[in-house]
T-cell receptor, first 115, second 115 residues
Framework: GAGVSQSPSNKVTEKGKDVELRCDPI?????LYWYRQSLGQGLEFLIY????????KSGLPSDRFSAERTGGSVSTLTIQRTQQEDSAVYLC?????????????FGPGTRLTVT | AQKVTQAQTEISVVEKEDVTLDCVYE???????LFWYKQPPSGELVFLIR??????QNEISGRYSWNFQKSTSSFNFTITASQVVDSAVYFC????????????FGGGTRVLVKP
């Protein structure tokens, strides 16, 4: 079946603008995750959804970052007033369940460049 | 707090050589899962293996094998008879039960297999 898809694949934006990144999880996967991959920080967790609720938002770096998930499916990560340090690849993952044993399947990522 | 250390940042081998990637983890949780992911040049993280903290059996899958040793908190990965297609960045990750559903990744090891 189809894997996790993300859009856009690349996004270039000017400092101070808002951006929205979209994730479509694997059909039937109830858990959805956002991670960020940057040169300086490696792969870091941002937020996790179980259904439409987010039990763990501990990785969001500032209040400029927010995310929502609707219909237990698509998720949008929004970054307001982008800064250059937000430049990174934003990865979305989904898993069949929300236990620690479930493997997470990753999408191809959105490369965000803030100029 | 939990931590994953991949001490080797880059390994270069000639095709058909074996290569072993080290992974050392830290967690206070007694129940946890360990994962290995592969990130080829295309960028998408590909799940390779999951291992729980109560199962120290080594595992072999084709040319891949994993050695889990709780006594040394290590979960090493060996590629036997490497091929050019094995060239990628490999990440070890930890998910302790107490941490919820967020993966803690190591810094990754870049493997370059030369023909």
């Amino acid at each position: 079946g189809a894997g996790v898809s993300q859009s856009p694949s690349n996004k270039v934006t000017e400092k101070g603008k808002d951006v929205e990144l979209r994730c479509d999880p694997i059909s039937g996967h109830t858990a959805l995750y956002w991670y960020r991959q940057s040169l300086g920080q490696g792969l870091e967790f941002l937020i996790y959804f179980q259904g439409n609720s987010a039990p763990d938002k501990s990785g969001l770096p500032s209040d400029r970052f927010s995310a929502e998930r609707t219909g237990g499916s698509v998720s949008t990560l929004t970054i307001q007033r982008t800064q250059q340090e937000d430049s990174a690849v934003y990865l979305c993952a989904s898993s069949l369940g929300s236990g620690v044993s479930y493997e997470q399947y990753f999408g191809p990522g959105t490369r965000l460049t803030v100029t | 707090a939990q931590k994953v250390t991949q001490a080797q940042t880059e390994i270069s081998v000639v095709e058909k050589e074996d290569v072993t990637l080290d992974c050392v983890y830290e967690t206070r949780d007694t129940t946890y899962y360990l994962f290995w992911y592969k990130q080829p040049p295309s960028g998408e993280l590909v799940f390779l293996i999951r291992r729980n903290s109560f199962d120290e059996q080594n595992e072999i899958s084709g040319r891949y094998s994993w050695n889990f040793q709780k006594s040394t908190s290590s979960f090493n990965f060996t590629i036997t008879a490497s091929q050019v297609v094995d060239s990628a960045v490999y990440f070890c990750a930890l998910n302790p039960r107490a941490a919820g559903n967020k993966l803690t990744f190591g810094g990754g090891t870049r493997v370059l297999v030369k023909p």
